[in-house]
């Protein structure tokens, strides 16, 4: 049986040669918003700051750590982050539209990469070699610095949308089927934000037009 690492590191970057990059997405289970991902490189030259010991999945950090981390990804590495909107996840479906948004972060990176890890057990399209490692985000550095990007600029989006859209309480729980979100779902209707291929959405789209 293999061990899982107690904390993401470099072992899986220092495989291939050139630049490496990590990417993850966020945002698949949302009744709400656009699933997002990021991609990054972190330089060999700064692997040796403090912060980066700190950096791992991003589930497992607080709202703060995560939005100082972010703030130091972005100041020492290269960063993509891309998308798909809710439009493009109820046309292509969600799992699709994941790999759309891994795509379009990689394609937003300032430099090529000889090679990226991926997070999950499916291949986006990229134009270079890459590596699917489950549970990436708690085994390799780059990945869980992709799971900080992504996850901040989504939250972000959706608390500038529950500025917007005040009720439903996206501010909190970003758009995850959360009991203030199904009931103010019920009691407020259907956004343009909704996804609504997603049941109970589309539950309740199906029930209005009877």
Request: hydrophobic fraction near 35%.
């Given at each position: 049986?293999?061990?899982?690492?107690?904390?993401?590191d470099f072992s899986?970057?220092?495989?291939?040669?050139?630049?490496?990059?990590?990417?993850?997405?966020?945002?698949?289970?949302?009744?709400?918003?656009?699933?997002?991902?990021?991609?990054?490189?972190?330089?060999?030259?700064?692997?040796?700051?403090?912060?980066?010991?700190?950096?791992?999945?991003?589930?497992?950090?607080?709202?703060?750590?995560?939005?100082?981390?972010?703030?130091?990804?972005?100041?020492?590495?290269?960063?993509?982050?891309?998308?798909?909107?809710?439009?493009?996840?109820?046309?292509?479906?969600?799992?699709?539209?994941?790999?759309?948004?891994?795509?379009?972060?990689?394609?937003?990176?300032?430099?090529?990469?000889?090679?990226?890890?991926?997070?999950?057990?499916?291949?986006?399209?990229?134009?270079?070699?890459?590596?699917?490692?489950?549970?990436?985000?708690?085994?390799?550095?780059?990945?869980?610095?992709?799971?900080?990007?992504?996850?901040?600029?989504?939250?972000?989006?959706?608390?500038?949308?529950?500025?917007?859209?005040?009720?439903?309480?996206?501010?909190?729980?970003?758009?995850?089927?959360?009991?203030?979100?199904?009931?103010?779902?019920?009691?407020?209707?259907?956004?343009?934000?909704h996804r609504k291929?997603?049941?109970?959405v589309r539950l309740?789209?199906?029930?209005?037009?009877?």
């Open positions: 049986m293999t061990l899982q690492k107690e904390a993401p899986y970057e220092d495989k291939y040669k050139g630049l490496v990059c990590g990417i993850d997405e966020v945002g698949r289970g949302p009744l709400a918003g656009p699933v997002v991902s990021a991609a990054v490189i972190i330089p060999f030259e700064v692997r040796k700051l403090p912060a980066f010991k700190e950096v791992t999945d991003s589930k497992k950090l607080t709202k703060p750590k995560r939005e100082r981390l972010f703030d130091i990804i972005h100041e020492h590495c290269h960063v993509g982050v891309g998308e798909a909107s809710v439009e493009e996840i109820d046309e292509i479906n969600i799992l699709q539209a994941s790999l759309l948004s891994m795509t379009r972060a990689y394609q937003s990176l300032e430099r090529e990469c000889s090679h990226a890890l991926i997070d999950g057990n499916k291949l986006p399209k990229l134009s270079c070699e890459a590596t699917c490692l489950v549970k990436g985000d708690s085994r390799s550095l780059s990945i869980a610095a992709a799971s900080i990007i992504a996850k901040v600029t989504r939250d972000r989006q959706m608390g500038k949308l529950d500025g917007l859209f005040p009720g439903y309480g996206w501010g909190s729980n970003s758009g995850y089927g959360a009991k203030m979100h199904i009931e103010a779902l019920n009691k407020l209707g259907v956004t343009p934000h291929s997603f049941s109970p309740i789209l199906e029930n209005e037009s009877l």
